[in-house]
Each structure stands twice: as structure tokens, then as C-alpha cells.
């Protein structure tokens, strides 16, 4: 069965370092992943997604993820944190009939 | 194009009380989605429907649960009678049926019910 595990419930960041949410995955078939992000008040919003073909995805606000089936993981990374992108992160990879299985969660914190 | 949206954002009842979550998609998306977290864990699959059929309901709870999304457009999802433990925050999802986004799920802002 489809599953994902983030590591780290909380992250915190200086404005200006390096941002990595790590997710692992477990798939018994090739995994579709995704990583979404809700700022506070708001709903998930998609940031990028991988399904096939290049393994270095880009999304949106800076953020990219790169697939690593040797390692089953699907890490989130930005180069240089910004104080807008303190939220609550989830990755997911979509099960076999279409619905999405969520890790916990990591909520970064930026600090000035 | 308008979101997907959910009303009410916040709703409070008290044990034993009825409440009904309404979602509505992103016109033209036949499929639609019921999640939901509860405090401090993942967010859950509840159900999927495929226009106003279900797909797939294995994740609802419990017989206290009902969705309905008559003609294919809107979806409700009510509980009666609720529980302490049906606290929590309800996101609704949709997608297309074809197509190359029928991959991404669209998210509401969800609803926030707490049970007192």
C-alpha cells in the first residue's frame, strides 16, 4: 500500500537559508507524489507534483523536489528561505484508487 | 476560475447535534473528494465521488456519516448525531475527471467543526 513519512514535525530556518522538508515513501507500484502547502487560514495549495519523466521537479515560489527511487524519497527544498514561506507542509503520494495519503505534516518556522 | 469552496468555515456543536458541511468544486470537475484531520494527525480519506456516484467510501468512519452529491454538482456531508471525536477541519477536493490535471486534487479552505 501507498504511504508517505515526513520526518520532522517542525523545521526552523534563518530568512535566507537552506529549506529541507524530507518525505519518504513506501509504493508497491510507481508512486505519484506531491507536495502541498497551507498557509495559515487557508486550504492546501499544490506546489509541485512528480508523475513521470524528470526526476527534479520544480513548483511554485522557488520550491523543487527531487524523486530518488534508491532512496524512496521525495525531499522538498528551497535555497534561500523567505519569511512568506512559513506554513504547514504535507507531502502525499495518490493511492490506488485515486485518493491521497498525507504524511503528518511539517510546520516551518522562519526566523528573521 | 473560482476555487473550490466549503461553507461554513467554522462551525460548533454540541454532542448529539446534526451538522452539515457543504463543498463546492471547480466548475466541470467531475471528481470530488472528502478529507479530514483531526488534531494533530494526517489528513484522512474520507470518500470519492465520481459525478454523483461514489467511487469510494472506505474511508468514511462510521454509519454517523452521510455524503450526498445529488446531480453531480455540490456535495454535502453531514454527521448525526456528532461525537467529541468528529472534531476537526473537513477539506473538500476536486478534480478533473480527463486530462492532464486530473492528476492534482484542488483543496477548499476546509471547515473547522468542533464538538463540545
Known amino acids: 500500500a501507498q504511504s508517505v513519512t515526513q520526518l520532522g514535525s517542525h523545521v526552523s530556518v534563518s530568512e535566507g537559508a537552506l529549506v529541507l522538508l524530507r518525505c519518504n515513501y513506501s509504493?508497491?507500484?510507481?508512486?505519484?507524489l506531491f507536495w502541498y502547502v497551507q498557509y495559515p487560514n487557508q486550504g492546501l495549495q499544490l506546489l509541485l507534483k512528480y508523475t513521470t519523466g524528470a526526476t527534479l521537479v520544480k513548483g511554485i515560489n522557488g520550491f523543487e523536489a527531487e524523486f530518488k527511487k534508491s532512496e524512496t524519497s521525495f525531499h522538498l527544498t528551497k535555497p534561500s528561505a523567505h519569511m512568506s514561506d512559513a506554513a504547514e507542509y504535507f507531502c502525499a503520494v495518490r493511492g490506488p484508487r485515486d485518493d491521497m495519503r498525507f504524511g503528518a505534516g511539517t510546520r516551518l518556522t522562519v526566523k528573521p | 476560475e473560482a476555487g473550490v469552496t466549503q461553507f461554513p468555515s467554522h462551525s460548533v456543536i454540541e454532542k448529539g447535534q446534526t451538522v452539515t458541511l457543504r463543498c463546492d468544486p471547480i466548475s466541470g470537475h467531475d471528481n470530488l473528494y472528502w478529507y479530514r484531520r483531526v488534531m494533530g494527525k494526517e489528513i484522512k480519506f474520507l470518500l470519492h465521488f465520481v459525478k454523483e456516484s461514489k467511487q469510494d467510501e472506505s474511508g468514511m468512519p462510521n454509519n454517523r456519516f452521510l455524503a450526498e452529491r445529488t446531480g453531480g454538482t455540490y456535495s454535502t456531508l453531514k454527521v448525526q448525531p456528532a461525537e467529541l471525536e468528529d472534531s476537526g477541519v473537513y477539506f473538500c477536493?476536486?478534480?478533473?475527471?480527463?486530462?492532464?490535471?486530473?492528476?492534482?486534487?484542488?483543496f477548499g479552505p476546509g471547515t473547522r467543526l468542533t464538538v463540545t
Open positions: 509504493s508497491s507500484v510507481p508512486p505519484y
Open positions: 477536493a476536486s478534480s478533473p475527471y480527463l486530462g492532464r490535471d486530473r492528476d492534482e486534487q484542488y
